[in-house]
């Protein structure tokens, strides 16, 4: 079992900044990519920003150059610094991982969700 734990969602105010979190946690043996999906009201997830084990970023365009994502392997978490926030980016923000299970099975994991709701 792996599990992805996600935390820093709130309110914030536009123009502002916010920082999600990720921890992996379980049968853990590596872990390749992680990233951060988001769903708005009504609309499909889409990619925000995915990072990979070597530290290659790419980004979803209407986050590109505000948001930033980076990792910490020692501590299987991954972040997400959103700059300069618009009410746009309220949205439900799901981690997500691919996994290489201590049973040596590929997983993609998916975090629970945390809620990010941009107003003044």
């Known amino acids: 079992q792996v599990q992805l734990v996600e935390s820093g969602g709130g309110l914030v105010q536009p123009g502002g900044s916010l920082r999600l979190s990720c921890v992996a946690s379980?049968?853990?043996?590596?872990?390749?990519?992680m990233g951060w999906y988001r769903q708005a009201p009504g609309k499909q997830r889409k990619l925000a920003a995915v990072?990979?084990?070597?530290?290659?970023?790419n980004y979803g365009d209407s986050v590109q150059g505000r948001f930033t994502i980076s990792r910490d392997n020692a501590k299987n978490t991954v972040y997400l610094q959103m700059n300069s926030v618009k009410p746009e980016d309220t949205a439900v923000y799901y981690c997500?991982?691919?996994?290489?299970?201590?049973?040596?099975?590929?997983?993609?994991?998916w975090g629970q969700g945390t809620l990010v709701t941009v107003s003044s």
């Open positions: 379980g049968s853990i043996l590596s872990i390749n990519s």
């Open positions: 990072i990979s084990a070597g530290g290659i970023t």
């Open positions: 997500n991982a691919d996994v290489v299970t201590t049973e040596l099975r590929f997983r993609e994991v």
